[in-house]
T-cell receptor, first 115, second 113 residues
């Protein structure tokens, strides 16, 4: 399985600022995903990032708020823009492996607190 | 549309006793189903998956799950709980038409000494 790292592991930010989260994979992968896990809740998919194309956002998430980059097959970033306390969550990246993309492997997550 | 329901938000068992975490799904086609575990302050780990092969799926750490199409269930079991099993468990179904995963709300497993 792929080994995925995220930076930072946690951060405390002031409202109105932005934070960029990095996701690095130890192998080339076609699809990378960004999720949000709000306190005490399950995971919600924010967007899917394919290398060389624009990210595809899920309902309720927009590019202006969560811009994503995918410059190559092993790296992606998610920016949380103009943060508010409601953005306090764990942000996780994951990758799909294999031809059918059945399994997803997850990074350790970035715990964001907005004050 | 696909959906997944975890019937218990919390399950508490004594160490050494069996574990049952319940999951029901809704899918128009034959789904792919997964169980993930999330230990406190750790990342998500794949426990096991069902993808239309054997209906009884064995996973890591002694867990297994049985796919029952007639009941649209995919319950997770373990014969004997260990303290290290205390974690949050998520049942997940993959969308038929694409890669998307639909996540259950999670079940917190509590192990009593």
């Amino acid at each position: 399985s792929a080994v995925i790292s995220q930076k930072p592991s946690r951060d405390i930010c002031q409202r109105g600022t932005s934070l960029t989260i990095q996701c690095q994979v130890d192998s080339q992968v076609t699809m990378m995903f960004w999720y949000r896990q709000q306190p005490g809740q399950s995971l919600t998919l924010i967007a899917t990032a394919n290398q060389g194309s624009e990210a595809t956002y899920e309902s309720g998430f927009v590019i202006d708020k969560f811009p994503i980059s995918r410059p190559n097959l092993t790296f992606s970033t998610l920016t949380v823009s103009n943060m508010s306390p409601e953005d306090s969550s764990i942000y996780l990246c994951s990758v799909g492996q294999g031809g059918v993309l059945d399994e997803q492997y997850f990074g350790p997550g970035t715990r964001l607190t907005v004050t | 549309a696909q959906s997944v329901t975890q019937l218990d938000s919390h399950v508490s068992v004594s160490e050494g006793t069996p574990v049952l975490l319940r999951c029901n799904y809704s899918s128009s086609y034959s789904p792919s189903l997964f169980w993930y575990v999330q230990h406190p302050n750790k990342g998500l780990q794949l426990l096991l998956k069902y993808t239309s092969a054997a209906t009884l799926v064995k996973g890591i750490n002694g867990f297994e799950a049985e796919f029952k199409k007639s009941e649209t269930s995919f319950h997770l079991t373990k014969p004997s709980a260990h303290m290290s099993d205390a974690a949050e468990y998520f049942c997940v179904v993959r969308m038929d038409s694409n890669y998307q995963l639909i996540w259950g709300a999670g079940t917190k497993l509590i192990i009593k000494p």
